[in-house]
């Protein structure tokens, strides 16, 4: 059984949302957790979530809200998409792109986007899988769009 929720940051849930891979200094496709939030407090569009199921902490998500962003694929949508590796393969990382979808829709959005890495390991896989399609690329990486 899984109890999927969104949180917004706080005192309590940081110390468990910081441990979620890669760590810093670690060779990876997608930011330290902590590099994440650091960037979040200076941008003002961005939206960082904690995913919980139940009180335990297993992910952490962080989307955008630009639409005036002058680049079409930074309007809206998924920046960041972190799961803690025991949860790994259980839907928690579908959950996160419906759940910004959802939000996308409050928000008057028709679409989100996602910038990922096209490496064979990366996360294309996952992305193509939830929804996303194939829409560009930029600065190397693969542009993901989903209607919402
Ligand atoms: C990629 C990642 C976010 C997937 O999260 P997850 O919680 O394991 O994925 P889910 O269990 O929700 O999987 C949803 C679907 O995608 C599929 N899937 C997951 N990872 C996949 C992959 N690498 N290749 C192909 N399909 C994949 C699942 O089999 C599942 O399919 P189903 O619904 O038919 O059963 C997670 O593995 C992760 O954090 N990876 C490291 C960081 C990263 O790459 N983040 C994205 C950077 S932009």
Redesign the pocket.
């Known amino acids: 059984m899984s109890d999927l929720r969104l949180a917004e940051l706080d005192a309590d849930n940081l110390p468990a949302v910081i441990q979620i891979p890669p760590a810093v200094g670690e060779k990876?496709?997608?930011a330290p957790v902590a590099y994440s939030i650091a960037e979040a407090y200076v941008t003002p569009t961005a939206w960082p979530r904690v995913i919980l199921d139940g009180d335990a902490v297993v992910?952490f998500v962080m989307a955008n809200w630009d639409p005036d962003n002058e680049i079409p694929a930074f309007r809206g949508g998924?920046w960041?998409?972190?799961?803690a590796d025991d949860?790994?393969?259980?839907?928690?990382?579908?959950?996160a792109v419906e759940e910004v979808a959802a939000e996308a829709r409050r928000r008057g959005y028709d679409e989100i986007t996602?910038?990922?890495n096209p490496a064979p390991d990366?996360?294309e896989?996952?992305y193509l899988?939830?929804g996303f399609q194939k829409t560009g690329e930029l600065f190397g990486e693969t542009i993901g769009t989903r209607r919402v």
Do not use: E, H, T
């Open positions: 990876a496709y997608v992910g998924i960041r998409l972190n799961i949860a790994k393969g259980r839907g928690v990382g579908r959950f996602v910038l990922w990366g996360p896989g996952f899988r939830v």
